[in-house]
């Protein structure tokens, strides 16, 4: 290990130790804090790339991923912290942390949210597309039942599917070579040949057909899952209160709009059980709301 990331393990420790961060961790977890705070600096310093990159956005991906309730060990596969080079006014680059949101983190959000009754994602092989209506966009899939000659056929595409509670269904396909443009598009360290689009191509494949399909107006997004989806790969910081804030959109995300109605708003303060539930509604509710949250936070409280 080089003296940079010395230096940065070093300084990320003394990060998660000083006031605002372990107050912020405590606040989020309670009793797992410390132990979350740990598995930071574990799976940055098993990382050679991640264990140089900027220990403030470390903290800030991986506190994402704690707010949202996603565990960040890469073998469950719902969140990462990934390292990228970012460019530099100078022409310099600085390695930087980005939260990733992974598919089956996806899945989780939408699982809680009470709204989807299935949710999927599948590639689609080389002869499974039986009608590819273009006009209507109506397609059939003829699904090879036999394992062992369904993996020896090219994988086409992915598709990805809803059914929600109240029978409402929708799918959305994208060819490979749709979802490499995309790739190439909007992940510099695709362009650049390494990170999870290349390490776990498949994966962030179904992540991605997943993402733009719920993102597209016909699914019933929680807060939960919008700011999620909002800040999958978003370059974010943590500031003096320990608070993340969002520093540039990923291009891929401009689009989200969290932006609930009255209703809504005042729904998901009745409905919150825990802090963090409250705390998602805040960016989002304006100052005539905040007595209603200041209230509902005693009433949460009151009863542990």
Do not use: C
Not at 187 to 196: A, F, I, V
Not at 253 to 258: D, G
Not at 273 to 285: G, N, R
């Amino acid at each position: 290990m080089s003296q940079i990331q010395k230096s940065n393990i070093s300084s990320l420790k003394a990060a998660l130790e000083s006031p605002s961060i372990k107050n912020k961790l405590q606040e989020i977890l309670g009793k797992r804090a410390a132990t979350f705070a740990t598995s930071i600096v574990q799976i940055t310093s098993q990382n050679q790339m991640l264990s140089g990159a900027d220990p403030n956005s470390i903290i800030a991906a991986a506190m994402t991923a704690a707010t949202l309730n996603l565990p960040i060990n890469n073998q469950i596969g719902q969140a990462y912290i990934v390292p990228f080079n970012e460019k530099q006014k100078d022409g310099s680059y600085l390695v930087k942390a980005q939260f990733i949101l992974g598919y089956k983190g996806l899945k989780q959000l939408a699982t809680r949210s009470g709204k989807f009754r299935y949710m999927n994602v599948t590639d689609v092989r080389e002869g499974e597309i039986d009608i590819h209506n273009r006009l209507s966009g109506e397609m059939v899939f003829n699904w090879i039942e036999n394992h062992t000659e369904r993996d020896k056929r090219k994988i086409v595409g992915y598709v990805s599917y809803f059914q929600l509670v109240n029978g409402f269904e929708s799918f959305y396909y994208m060819t490979v070579q749709d979802i490499d443009k995309h790739a190439k598009k909007f992940s510099q360290t695709y362009k650049k040949g390494y990170g999870n689009w290349v390490d776990e191509k498949e994966k962030m494949s179904m992540k991605t057909v997943s993402k733009l399909h719920l993102n597209g107006g016909e699914a019933p997004l929680s807060l939960e899952m919008q700011t999620a989806i909002k800040a999958d790969q978003a370059i974010m910081e943590v500031d003096g209160s320990g608070n993340v804030i969002d520093v540039e959109s990923y291009p891929d995300n401009e689009n989200v709009k969290v932006d609930p109605d009255e209703e809504r708003i005042m729904m998901l303060i009745n409905d919150a059980k825990t802090d963090e539930e409250l705390d998602f509604v805040i960016p989002h509710a304006g100052e005539k709301y905040m007595a209603a949250i200041k209230n509902k936070r005693k009433e949460i409280n009151s009863n542990k």
